[in-house]
């Protein structure tokens, strides 16, 4: 496998490029030209968006979209490039259909999880598999508070936006709950109880009905969460008049929650509380002999990580105005997981490119087929779509183990660790 | 009383299953520190072999009705080479390149493993679940109310023996040595002379084995093979190896027994649904006690 | 200060600025008509303009008016959202192969062809959505399904923003008719009369008093064995006990155990067949001699395989069937000559769905001067909410206003029981 990878090495795609660009830069023309082409796909990804063939435009303004803010997300230290990404994602949708709409509310949904889950795992090194919870914590809150007593709720009326900080609120303690009795566990053992308290919290919703355990004594009718039926009718949110019914409009909720999620993420990330992270990430027993107060920083790390998973879980219900425990299950987690990882660790930009890529791709793929000559592959992508996606997980990890778009930090320990290697495979 | 007996058998056959499989997540956490998520479609994987196998011996011969312990014995045999098999090969194409990668690598790439086979699975049987021809005697033994299937019984004294052959592998034979010794201490251990590659890919394997024949016991005891059926039962005896000390062998096996028996007898009080609940709460009450499980070693990092 | 902080000075600027841009970008827009089609073919009418103003709690944006066009030479296409992946595709393959079959059959409405469009929707919240935001996006006309309960609840969010008329063959639970969506119809029985029929076939026929109810913990599962619960006690009969089984899981030992404990004449179980088979697999090897009684979920012979033999004598309920059986015979024979199979559980159910929204389409549909089809939703769902006393192959269809379908003379609940390995009826 390695005497592959060094043979591939010279044509491999970080080694083209250089080459190329180290010619092109010879030239003030071709200087130029390298370092405002990304904002030439900008254009080029609207035009594709617009004015592509019906039944090539999903796939054509999808790629370009994600082609398109690969390098504008690699190149996230210059303002402009940031501020015309976010208009590109914000203009986009207007020309997309329906189904496209829909995709683009998901991976919008899961980035912001993803910056949420990024908190944890990235910044404070804990391995949480169980973040599922979190969402489930502010969807139901919503759901359970707004929804009308036949569809399963308490129909108590309260607006969307007071729900949203409630949420936040609900889903830090349910972090700190979950944070305490884990406080001493490390690695793969705290992954495996945060597994099981995403199992475990699913398991309550599903069962406390009106024959649950707790859920008898509460109310005869639905008891606390109306078990596996779900709570619906959920009722769409308002702002300043407009409803907010469609999963375009409930787009840009999402859109504004992750631009300040990924906003807070980064203030937070260098400010002390994230300073605290690294140094338990990095050595959790040296950083608490220099002081640092593990205990606070991983409960703050749960906390703030959970919350963000609350507001997503509101926004979520409200979009889908019902909800049901099976909504809530293992893969939610693992998928927010692999997207962070894949995406790059500790990074926000790798979490929105990986959201793209995991959440995006495979639904866009949904009736992809390949119909060459005597290959007839029809429906590939939708029967094949999650054997492709666990290959491209493998892929994507054996490949670039640091991800998509590592931090510059990891960037470095990589090369550092690929060095070492490389001097003692000789 | 009997009802109790009755629940206490039905948990040692469960908690036969999680111990196998926690075998296996026990021994290969011990020496790469790294839980393979994908173990559990390990089981799943034999579980099928053993029904193509005994289908195959249905369809094209009598042997199943004439020798039906040659033919089981086979299917066990061939379950054991593919499940082998297949983790070698997992081990080099997924998790020998991270060798050297941060931590949650290898675990996304078992993760990717563990999708990638039970989907492939899932096309090839087109979800349709596969049922296992009568070839074990589905003959009951009856002890008072208490019944128990022979082929459950197989199942547990089965997974005794798995524990005994492996604990005498790994204590009383060179290459349990050599896994022990890399479990303590890789670079060390090749400093010592150790094949350190050859050894981990003898972890895989002797997990593997096991997993592979549980699944094809299992299989014959459920008389149904199904893509998904490799998950769960993962996770839990990953719970059970956790619990028993991962890293610990008879820990694995305790842990295995532990979960299963109390699973079966929390379903009398709690109902089924709440079996997972007990499953982890139990997990969290063990390790806030003894963070290293119950048989684990200390990890005493002071001194 | 490092290097971190020294470069984060525009950070507070640039949330500010791209805050900004999204908000004009959504206020200018149009906050909210964004427009769904490329080329003209349909116009999904139904969204709600801002003018239009807040809806009340109980009905989300439900869409009014619209009309589809469908140019000359283009087909009619009919959505089919069924689950084609996990296991209960088992049930969803069927489904889709029904109403494909009844589409071919009529082949073409006012000389535009009909073609089918299958869709996976997981049995899931989101994957009904999702497959409900394709099927839009395809512009068929109508759909049928969404197959599950719980799907069904999701994704009439979507569809009746586009005022789409959704017929449904097998979304049995009680709450997919709670919400009151106008265009949603469904040709299975809701849960509540199924489970009552059950109970009643299982107090007065079989003359069981003591049952024990096991549901698989899904919006099905245990939505039909509440209502079996509460009918069979109307009646006059015992509930000894209510147990859960996981889906998924091989092995049901403790709870088989505890049924055991429980003694009673009859199991009823609420789920599909994987688990159904097992169940009844391990009751019977666990002594248990209690009567064996499911539902639809697990009506299919594959139920009967996978328990091994043990499914001898059990009885399942089936939903509604003619007394009548010409119509029903016709499409099983055809059925069983276009795929070589048995017609599965939902089968006749689906049929019936698609041949019912076909006809009002040919109703209601006219032809413009350009030789379009022009069909006016509002229109196309009266069609077919005037249903009534259609004869179908699952027997005498007649809709209530909140879409369910009600219990018609000469429609009985069919009961079959397993004899030598095969479903027959007995009722």
């Given at each position: 496998?390695?005497?592959?990878?060094?043979?591939?090495?010279?044509?491999?795609?970080?080694?083209?490029?250089?080459?190329?660009?180290?010619?092109?830069?010879?030239?003030?023309?071709?200087?130029?030209?390298?370092?405002?082409?990304?904002?030439?796909?900008?254009?080029?990804?609207?035009?594709?968006?617009?004015?592509?063939?019906?039944?090539?435009?999903?796939?054509?303004?999808?790629?370009?979209?994600?082609?398109?803010?690969?390098?504008?997300?690699?190149?996230?230290?210059?303002?402009?490039?940031?501020?015309?990404?976010?208009?590109?994602?914000?203009?986009?949708?207007?020309?997309?259909?329906?189904?496209?709409?829909?995709?683009?509310?998901?991976?919008?949904?899961?980035?912001?999880?993803?910056?949420?889950?990024?908190?944890?795992?990235?910044?404070?090194?804990?391995?949480?598999?169980?973040?599922?919870?979190?969402?489930?914590?502010?969807?139901?809150?919503?759901?359970?508070?707004?929804?009308?007593?036949?569809?399963?709720?308490?129909?108590?009326?309260?607006?969307?936006?007071?729900?949203?900080?409630?949420?936040?609120?609900?889903?830090?303690?349910?972090?700190?709950?979950?944070?305490?009795?884990?406080?001493?566990?490390?690695?793969?053992?705290?992954?495996?109880?945060?597994?099981?308290?995403?199992?475990?919290?699913?398991?309550?919703?599903?069962?406390?009905?009106?024959?649950?355990?707790?859920?008898?004594?509460?109310?005869?009718?639905?008891?606390?969460?109306?078990?596996?039926?779900?709570?619906?009718?959920?009722?769409?949110?308002?702002?300043?008049?407009?409803?907010?019914?469609?999963?375009?409009?409930?787009?840009?909720?999402?859109?504004?929650?992750?631009?300040?999620?990924?906003?807070?993420?980064?203030?937070?990330?260098?400010?002390?509380?994230?300073?605290?992270?690294?140094?338990?990430?990095?050595?959790?027993?040296?950083?608490?002999?220099?002081?640092?107060?593990?205990?606070?920083?991983?409960?703050?790390?749960?906390?703030?990580?959970?919350?963000?998973?609350?507001?997503?879980?509101?926004?979520?219900?409200?979009?889908?105005?019902?909800?049901?425990?099976?909504?809530?299950?293992?893969?939610?987690?693992?998928?927010?997981?692999?997207?962070?990882?894949?995406?790059?660790?500790?990074?926000?930009?790798?979490?929105?490119?990986?959201?793209?890529?995991?959440?995006?791709?495979?639904?866009?793929?949904?009736?992809?087929?390949?119909?060459?000559?005597?290959?007839?592959?029809?429906?590939?992508?939708?029967?094949?779509?999650?054997?492709?996606?666990?290959?491209?997980?493998?892929?994507?990890?054996?490949?670039?183990?640091?991800?998509?778009?590592?931090?510059?930090?990891?960037?470095?320990?990589?090369?550092?660790?690929?060095?070492?290697?490389?001097?003692?495979?000789? | 009383?009997?009802?109790?007996?009755?629940?206490?058998?039905?948990?040692?056959?469960?908690?036969?299953?999680?111990?196998?499989?926690?075998?296996?997540?026990?021994?290969?956490?011990?020496?790469?520190?790294?839980?393979?998520?994908?173990?559990?479609?390990?089981?799943?994987?034999?579980?099928?072999?053993?029904?193509?196998?005994?289908?195959?011996?249905?369809?094209?011969?009598?042997?199943?009705?004439?020798?039906?312990?040659?033919?089981?014995?086979?299917?066990?045999?061939?379950?054991?080479?593919?499940?082998?098999?297949?983790?070698?090969?997992?081990?080099?194409?997924?998790?020998?390149?991270?060798?050297?990668?941060?931590?949650?690598?290898?675990?996304?790439?078992?993760?990717?493993?563990?999708?990638?086979?039970?989907?492939?699975?899932?096309?090839?049987?087109?979800?349709?679940?596969?049922?296992?021809?009568?070839?074990?005697?589905?003959?009951?033994?009856?002890?008072?109310?208490?019944?128990?299937?022979?082929?459950?019984?197989?199942?547990?004294?089965?997974?005794?023996?798995?524990?005994?052959?492996?604990?005498?592998?790994?204590?009383?034979?060179?290459?349990?040595?050599?896994?022990?010794?890399?479990?303590?201490?890789?670079?060390?251990?090749?400093?010592?002379?150790?094949?350190?590659?050859?050894?981990?890919?003898?972890?895989?394997?002797?997990?593997?084995?096991?997993?592979?024949?549980?699944?094809?016991?299992?299989?014959?005891?459920?008389?149904?093979?199904?893509?998904?059926?490799?998950?769960?039962?993962?996770?839990?005896?990953?719970?059970?190896?956790?619990?028993?000390?991962?890293?610990?062998?008879?820990?694995?096996?305790?842990?295995?027994?532990?979960?299963?028996?109390?699973?079966?007898?929390?379903?009398?009080?709690?109902?089924?649904?709440?079996?997972?609940?007990?499953?982890?709460?139990?997990?969290?009450?063990?390790?806030?006690?003894?963070?290293?499980?119950?048989?684990?070693k200390r990890e005493d990092k002071r001194a | 200060m490092s290097t971190d902080q020294r470069r984060g000075w525009f950070r507070a600027p640039l949330l500010a600025g791209m805050l900004a841009v999204v908000a004009t970008l959504a206020l200018a827009c149009g906050g909210g008509t964004s427009s769904s089609d490329k080329t003209a073919t349909a116009s999904a009418g139904g969204k709600t303009t801002p003018a239009a103003g807040k809806t009340t709690a109980a009905t989300s944006a439900a869409g009014a008016g619209g009309t589809i066009t469908i140019k000359k030479g283009d087909s009619i296409k009919i959505g089919i959202s069924t689950t084609l992946s996990t296991d209960n595709a088992q049930l969803g393959i069927p489904i889709r192969d029904s109403a494909l079959l009844a589409i071919k059959q009529k082949a073409t409405i006012k000389g535009f062809k009909v073609e089918g469009d299958?869709?996976?929707?997981?049995?899931?919240?989101?994957?009904?959505?999702?497959?409900?935001?394709?099927?839009?996006?395809?512009?068929?006309?109508?759909?049928?399904?969404?197959?599950?309960?719980?799907?069904?609840?999701?994704?009439?969010?979507?569809?009746?923003?586009?005022?789409?008329?959704?017929?449904?063959?097998?979304?049995?639970?009680?709450?997919?008719?709670?919400?009151?969506?106008?265009?949603?119809?469904?040709?299975?029985?809701?849960?509540?009369?199924?489970?009552?029929?059950?109970?009643?076939?299982?107090?007065?026929?079989?003359?069981?008093?003591?049952?024990?109810?096991?549901?698989?913990?899904?919006?099905?599962?245990?939505?039909?064995?509440?209502?079996?619960?509460?009918?069979?006690?109307?009646?006059?009969?015992?509930?000894?006990?209510?147990?859960?089984?996981?889906?998924?899981?091989?092995?049901?030992?403790?709870?088989?155990?505890?049924?055991?404990?429980?003694?009673?004449?009859?199991?009823?179980?609420?789920?599909?067949?994987?688990?159904?088979?097992?169940?009844?697999?391990?009751?019977?090897?666990?002594?248990?001699?209690?009567?064996?009684?499911?539902?639809?979920?697990?009506?299919?012979?594959?139920?009967?395989?996978?328990?091994?033999?043990?499914?001898?004598?059990?009885?399942?309920?089936?939903?509604?069937?003619?007394?009548?059986?010409?119509?029903?015979?016709?499409?099983?024979?055809?059925?069983?000559?276009?795929?070589?199979?048995?017609?599965?559980?939902?089968?006749?159910?689906?049929?019936?769905?698609?041949?019912?929204?076909?006809?009002?389409?040919?109703?209601?549909?006219?032809?413009?001067?350009?030789?379009?089809?022009?069909?006016?939703?509002?229109?196309?769902?009266?069609?077919?909410?005037?249903?009534?006393?259609?004869?179908?192959?699952?027997?005498?269809?007649?809709?209530?206003?909140?879409?369910?379908?009600?219990?018609?003379?000469?429609?009985?609940?069919?009961?079959?029981?397993?004899?030598?390995?095969?479903?027959?009826?007995?009722?």
């Amino acid at each position: 496998m390695n005497k592959l990878r060094e043979a591939l090495a010279p044509w491999s795609p970080s080694r083209l490029r250089e080459r190329a660009e180290s010619r092109l830069r010879r030239t003030a023309a071709g200087t130029a030209v390298l370092n405002n082409a990304p904002y030439a796909l900008l254009p080029l990804a609207a035009i594709a968006a617009g004015l592509a063939p019906e039944h090539l435009s999903i796939r054509w303004a999808f790629a370009t979209i994600i082609a398109a803010s690969y390098f504008i997300l690699r190149s996230s230290r210059d303002l402009f490039a940031m501020v015309v990404l976010g208009a590109m994602l914000a203009y986009l949708p207007q020309k997309m259909d329906r189904f496209e709409q829909g995709i683009l509310f998901d991976v919008a949904l899961y980035a912001m999880l993803g910056i949420g889950l990024n908190i944890v795992v990235g910044y404070a090194g804990l391995l949480d598999l169980g973040y599922v919870a979190f969402f489930a914590v502010g969807a139901y809150a919503f759901a359970l508070l707004s929804a009308p007593v036949y569809g399963g709720g308490f129909d108590v009326g309260t607006s969307f936006w007071i729900v949203l900080p409630m949420a936040m609120v609900l889903a830090a303690l349910a972090g700190v709950l979950l944070g305490i009795p884990v406080l001493r566990l490390r690695g793969d053992y705290l992954a495996i109880v945060t597994l099981g308290f995403g199992e475990i919290v699913r398991i309550m919703i599903n069962n406390e009905n009106q024959t649950g355990l707790i859920g008898k004594h509460v109310n005869s009718t639905h008891g606390i969460t109306n078990g596996p039926v779900g709570v619906f009718s959920i009722p769409k949110p308002h702002f300043f008049g407009i409803d907010l019914a469609t999963p375009h409009e409930m787009y840009y909720v999402v859109l504004v929650g992750c631009l300040l999620a990924a906003f807070a993420a980064e203030r937070i990330r260098i400010s002390r509380v994230g300073r605290a992270w690294e140094a338990i990430r990095e050595d959790e027993d040296v950083a608490a002999a220099m002081g640092v107060n593990t205990t606070r920083y991983k409960l703050l790390a749960f906390a703030i990580g959970a919350s963000i998973g609350g507001i997503g879980g509101v926004i979520f219900a409200a979009k889908q105005s019902a909800v049901f425990p099976s909504d809530f299950n293992l893969d939610v987690s693992i998928n927010v997981l692999a997207l962070v990882i894949i995406g790059g660790m500790g990074n926000v930009r790798g979490v929105v490119l990986g959201s793209f890529l995991l959440i995006g791709l495979p639904d866009v793929l949904r009736d992809f087929s390949i119909n060459i000559s005597f290959i007839n592959l029809d429906n590939l992508g939708a029967d094949y779509r999650l054997v492709i996606f666990g290959a491209a997980l493998v892929a994507v990890m054996v490949l670039r183990p640091e991800g998509l778009l590592p931090s510059r930090r990891r960037q470095a320990e990589f090369e550092q660790v690929r060095a070492i290697e490389a001097e003692r495979a000789t | 009383m009997q009802e109790y007996v009755q629940l206490l058998i039905d948990g040692l056959t469960i908690g036969g299953v999680y111990a196998v499989i926690a075998l296996g997540y026990t021994l290969v956490y011990g020496v790469l520190r790294m839980i393979n998520f994908a173990h559990g479609e390990l089981f799943m994987m034999g579980a099928f072999t053993g029904y193509y196998t005994l289908d195959g011996f249905q369809r094209h011969s009598n042997l199943n009705d004439t020798v039906p312990v040659l033919t089981i014995a086979t299917a066990i045999l061939l379950g054991m080479v593919v499940a082998v098999v297949l983790a070698i090969l997992m081990e080099r194409i997924a998790y020998r390149p991270l060798r050297h990668a941060p931590r949650l690598a290898p675990l996304i790439s078992a993760i990717g493993v563990s999708i990638l086979l039970r989907n492939i699975m899932l096309r090839v049987t087109n979800a349709q679940g596969k049922v296992y021809p009568r070839v074990f005697p589905r003959t009951v033994l009856e002890l008072g109310e208490v019944r128990v299937l022979y082929v459950q019984i197989f199942l547990i004294v089965l997974s005794f023996l798995f524990l005994a052959l492996l604990y005498l592998f790994i204590e009383r034979t060179k290459v349990g040595m050599a896994i022990r010794a890399v479990a303590e201490d890789r670079s060390t251990a090749a400093l010592m002379g150790v094949n350190v590659d050859r050894t981990i890919v003898l972890t895989f394997v002797s997990g593997a084995a096991l997993a592979g024949a549980a699944g094809v016991v299992y299989g014959m005891y459920v008389t149904t093979a199904t893509s998904g059926m490799g998950f769960i039962p993962g996770i839990k005896a990953f719970t059970a190896a956790v619990l028993g000390g991962i890293g610990s062998v008879p820990g694995a096996m305790l842990g295995g027994y532990f979960l299963g028996i109390s699973e079966s007898l929390s379903t009398k009080w709690l109902g089924a649904q709440y079996k997972d609940v007990v499953a982890f709460v139990l997990l969290v009450v063990v390790l806030i006690f003894r963070p290293w499980g119950l048989l684990g070693k200390r990890e005493d990092k002071r001194a | 200060m490092s290097t971190d902080q020294r470069r984060g000075w525009f950070r507070a600027p640039l949330l500010a600025g791209m805050l900004a841009v999204v908000a004009t970008l959504a206020l200018a827009c149009g906050g909210g008509t964004s427009s769904s089609d490329k080329t003209a073919t349909a116009s999904a009418g139904g969204k709600t303009t801002p003018a239009a103003g807040k809806t009340t709690a109980a009905t989300s944006a439900a869409g009014a008016g619209g009309t589809i066009t469908i140019k000359k030479g283009d087909s009619i296409k009919i959505g089919i959202s069924t689950t084609l992946s996990t296991d209960n595709a088992q049930l969803g393959i069927p489904i889709r192969d029904s109403a494909l079959l009844a589409i071919k059959q009529k082949a073409t409405i006012k000389g535009f062809k009909v073609e089918g469009d299958p869709q996976d929707d997981l049995c899931s919240g989101p994957g009904s959505v999702a497959a409900a935001q394709k099927l839009i996006a395809d512009k068929v006309v109508a759909v049928v399904g969404p197959m599950c309960s719980g799907g069904t609840v999701a994704a009439l969010d979507p569809y009746s923003q586009q005022n789409m008329l959704v017929v449904s063959s097998s979304a049995t639970n009680p709450s997919v008719t709670a919400q009151g969506k106008k265009d949603f119809f469904r040709t299975a029985w809701n849960d509540a009369t199924q489970g009552a029929e059950m109970a009643k076939y299982a107090y007065t026929t079989l003359g069981k008093k003591n049952a024990v109810l096991v549901n698989d913990q899904s919006t099905y599962g245990k939505g039909l064995m509440d209502v079996f619960k509460t009918a069979f006690a109307a009646a006059g009969g015992k509930v000894a006990g209510e147990e859960q089984v996981t889906v998924g899981d091989k092995d049901f030992g403790p709870t088989v155990t505890k049924i055991k404990g429980e003694s009673p004449d009859l199991v009823v179980f609420g789920g599909f067949i994987a688990e159904g088979a097992i169940l009844v697999r391990q009751l019977s090897e666990a002594g248990v001699t209690a009567t064996f009684m499911g539902a639809d979920g697990i009506a299919d012979q594959k139920y009967i395989d996978q328990a091994g033999g043990k499914a001898e004598g059990s009885y399942v309920s089936r939903g509604p069937t003619p007394n009548d059986q010409t119509e029903y015979k016709k499409f099983a024979d055809a059925f069983k000559a276009e795929y070589g199979k048995d017609l599965g559980q939902f089968g006749e159910q689906t049929a019936d769905a698609a041949n019912i929204i076909m006809a009002a389409i040919e109703k209601v549909a006219t032809t413009n001067a350009g030789g379009d089809l022009v069909i006016d939703k509002d229109a196309l769902i009266a069609a077919v909410k005037a249903t009534s006393n259609y004869s179908g192959a699952s027997g005498i269809i007649t809709f209530d206003a909140k879409g369910d379908r009600i219990v018609t003379a000469g429609t009985v609940n069919r009961i079959d029981q397993v004899k030598s390995g095969k479903l027959e009826r007995v009722q």
